[in-house]
């Protein structure tokens, strides 16, 4: 049974238990009082007070529970689109538990092959974590500025236990409309999304590849509408950059 009817099927007992008390109590006044009419009026009002209260209580019960369990589906937005509104995945309560954060606001979520991916926002700055399916943990990233300077920002989770490698960021250069993330044998290329906060972007790979020696291979671009590089980081030509090019 869907998780909503269930809600509403709980609010449904407690109407039934409070009218079974309302018919007695009804029965044993009407029985012992002569100016039944009176008592019957009473009744009634205090009837369809708690009746229009619990009215009330099972609208809030069934919104709460829809805005924290149903998850956001991005296979109905088109290019462009600007995200509202968005609800709060069932595990979010044991990433507030990991997290402690005294803030939390949540940007946005996707669910992938292996889990789920969060954008969010904490007093920390922002952030995001991946939620294993497999094994029922979150990875979380480290975190980074609002207000980037240079346009751009990146973090990443990477824990060898979890099978996923993420990456996610804020992008404030309208010039910005490609990120890329490229590994020594492949490369991504990161989701965009628009929401009434602003930019942000986030990909994902199976694992991190291993350097075997080598400068690390790992590398991040923001590119511009026509393919200039904006910003990255990484190793070029034997020597590490990182910022606006």
Known sequence: MPANIFEFSGLGNEFAVIGRLLIKLRGVYMAGNPNQNSVKRIITIVTIIIGVGLIGIAIIKISIHHDKYDLYDPSKLAPGDIIDTIGVPAEIDSLLEKTQSKMFDLIYQEKVEKGLI????????????????????????????????????????????IPILTFAGLITDEDIQTVIVIQKSSTSQAKIITTTQGRFWFTHFDYLEEASGQPDALKIEALSGDGKVIWKEGIYDGTYYRGRT
């Open 118 to 161: 969060i954008l969010f926002k904490d007093e920390f700055g922002f952030r995001h974590a991946f939620f294993s399916n497999k094994m029922e943990v979150w990875n979380i990233s480290g975190n980074t500025e609002l207000s980037p300077k240079e346009g751009f920002t990146w973090t990443m989770t990477n824990d060898p236990n």
